[in-house]
């Protein structure tokens, strides 16, 4: 079996896993976009992913990104950042990728919408740390509400909505439990702001279902498409 031919079936696993689950939760299987999390990955691995179809990729080292976007500037990539955002290094970010998962300050969000010299405008996400973990970045769910209303505010920059990395749970029901809190917390900002935030990034290669049932609409999927990571 070639390597393509490998690929192709490790995107189609995963795209028959979104679309069962999407079935599952009653919701339309276009309402789910694939981004492939292709850290330490090889640029030649991302360009046979694109030439098999799928054009959201996800980075999480700067310095690794760019010298990837480099030898794919040919493809019409849309490059989301999902790595943890150092603030020295916001003009890069915000010059090389379409969407920042991670946004957890109204600094850095401010630094991203001043150093945006692209034409287009830069969708954020603000990071919800769900489990209330200190080694990872995020606020929590009490703070989303002032920081969504300030980060709105600012002219070139896109809030879209928000992003999690909970804690790893094996069980579904609890994976969904946790995971469901950002859609009401997106339902409830929405409400409180009168805007139209419309995407949750949440679910990874061991949790997409429930992160498809608990009404994400980005999941973030790495090892189950590119094989395990060493
Ligand atoms: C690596 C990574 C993923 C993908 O994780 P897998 O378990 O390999 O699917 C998703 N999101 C973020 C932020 C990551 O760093």
Excluded at 1 to 14: A, E, I
Excluded at 157 to 180: D, H, T, W, Y
Aim: proline share 2%; glycine share 4%.
């Amino acid at each position: 079996m070639n390597t393509k031919h490998s690929y192709q079936l490790q995107l189609n696993n995963v795209q028959n896993r979104i679309v069962a689950a999407c079935e599952q939760a009653d919701r339309d299987e276009n309402s789910v976009q694939l981004i492939g999390a292709s850290k330490t990955k090889p640029a030649n691995m991302i360009r046979d992913f694109f030439d098999l179809g799928l054009t959201n990729f996800g980075e999480n080292y700067l310095n690794e990104a760019i010298e990837k976007q480099k030898q794919l500037a040919d493809l019409n990539i849309t490059w989301h950042y999902i790595g943890q955002i150092q603030s020295n290094k916001t003009k890069l970010i915000a010059n090389h990728f379409d969407w920042v998962h991670g946004v957890d300050r109204l600094k850095t969000a401010q630094r991203l919408n001043d150093q945006n010299s692209t034409e287009k405008s830069l969708n954020i996400l603000i990071q919800i740390n769900l489990d209330n973990e200190a080694s990872k970045a995020g606020i929590p769910l009490n703070e989303a509400l002032s920081l969504s209303k300030h980060i709105n505010k600012l002219p070139n920059i896109s809030l879209r909505g928000f992003m999690a990395l909970p804690k790893s749970r094996e069980n579904f029901a609890e994976q969904k439990a946790c995971l469901v809190k950002l859609k009401h917390l997106l339902d409830d900002i929405n409400q409180d702001l009168d805007i139209n935030l419309d995407t949750i990034s949440a679910g990874m290669s061991n949790d997409l279902e429930a992160a498809i049932c608990a009404g994400t609409t980005m999941v973030r999927v790495g090892s189950d498409l590119f094989g395990a990571r060493t």
